[in-house]
């Protein structure tokens, strides 16, 4: 078994930083082995204008480690109002690259998201006439749809719809969860892709109940059946382009993950890249995790490669229960880590 794993540096292709003292505390763990991220834009308000999203990346790159060449990407908030003006303006001007479609009440920060698709139809036609990729996050919110099925539904529902309307729109399906999922991605026109969590690939639906209730694998959307987990391993470790790493990294303090309406998210930043090359290495397909990791995005989205590298030591570490992290200006902020206690055989040098 290889003792070094030597990548070209990877890039994250969905996570949140959140913003404020949040930001500055959790930013460096995605800096530290990531080129590039697609930075989600469900703040409270949500980036809907250049203005705020050029505000937002000032906010960020003021947080970064000195010397970080971190870059991060940004998107617009999709809402039934956004002006399709301003979406070309800001694609345009490069400030940012994809717009984000949350359906309304769907995960955090979700409320402005999009209740009716058809509403949204001539930002959908401006993005798909100037090459914008649409991000989505793709469960129905109907109450009477089961939270296991709501993804199958919306592809069912909404995307193969959508896809007809648009079929030139550049199209990833995000955190996807299921092997309905994977088989429509896999069988759906070249520009249509999905992003594959850490948390998806090492947890089942059975992880949320273990010994009690877990909130620290609370996310949405939530895992599922062993058989769809499995069956994104096989996805993800395929080879196949149109899979490629997005962690959904999404950090909240521990006291509002444990508390009675705790938030749903996974804090899987600090060890990211350590946790899928894990998965790569249990599924003996090593030698794909840089394609996975490094260049299916970027040819995605028409970004160069990353010219620099990253080096994995076969060192078995533990993860810490807890991070004390702390912001810009020392305030303490406890979060808990994706793996928290357990011991991973590789890590970042």
């Not at 250049?50 to 617009?76: C, N, W």
């Not at 769907?106 to 990729?133: F, K, S």
């Not at 989505?136 to 959508?162: C, K, N, Q, S, Y």
């Amino acid at each position: 078994m290889p003792a070094t794993i030597r990548l070209r540096q990877p890039d994250d292709w969905h996570v949140h930083l959140r913003d404020g003292a949040m930001l500055e505390a959790v930013v460096g763990a995605t800096a530290r082995q990531f080129g590039r991220a697609i930075v989600m834009p469900n703040l409270q308000p949500p980036i809907t204008t250049v203005a705020a999203a050029q505000a937002y990346g000032e906010r960020i790159r003021r947080a970064l480690p000195a010397g970080s060449g971190f870059q991060p990407l940004l998107t617009a908030y999709l809402t039934e109002t956004i002006d399709p003006r301003e979406v070309e303006a800001g694609f345009r001007q490069g400030v940012w690259v994809a717009c984000k479609l949350y359906p309304a009440r769907a995960t955090t920060n979700a409320e402005a998201g999009v209740g009716d698709l058809m509403a949204i139809t001539p930002v959908l036609e401006t993005m798909e006439r100037i090459g914008m990729p649409l991000l989505i996050h793709g469960e129905v919110t109907d109450p009477e749809i089961d939270i296991f099925d709501r993804e199958a539904v919306f592809i069912e529902r909404h995307l193969a719809p959508l896809l007809q309307r648009h079929p030139g729109l550049k199209v990833v399906l995000e955190h996807i969860t299921t092997s309905d999922a994977v088989d429509f991605v896999r069988s759906g026109p070249p520009q249509l892709a999905a992003t594959i969590t850490p948390h998806h690939l090492h947890i089942n639906r059975n992880a949320m109940f273990r010994g009690g209730l877990r909130p620290d694998f609370y996310c949405l959307p939530v895992a599922k059946r062993e058989l769809h987990r499995l069956a994104l391993r096989a996805a993800a470790t395929s080879g196949d382009p149109c899979f490629f790493l997005g962690t959904d990294s999404a950090p909240h303090a521990r006291s509002a993950k444990e508390s009675a309406c705790g938030c749903a998210g996974i804090f899987n930043a600090p060890y990211a890249i350590e946790s899928y090359a894990a998965v790569f290495e249990q599924e003996g397909a090593l030698e794909r995790l840089e394609a996975f990791a490094s260049e299916h995005g970027p040819r995605f989205y028409g970004l160069p490669l990353n010219p620099g590298q990253i080096i994995l030591e076969r060192r078995p570490h533990a993860v810490d229960e807890r991070l004390a992290l702390t912001d810009a200006a020392g305030a303490p902020v406890e979060l808990v880590p994706f793996h928290a206690g357990e011991t991973l055989t590789w890590q970042l040098v």
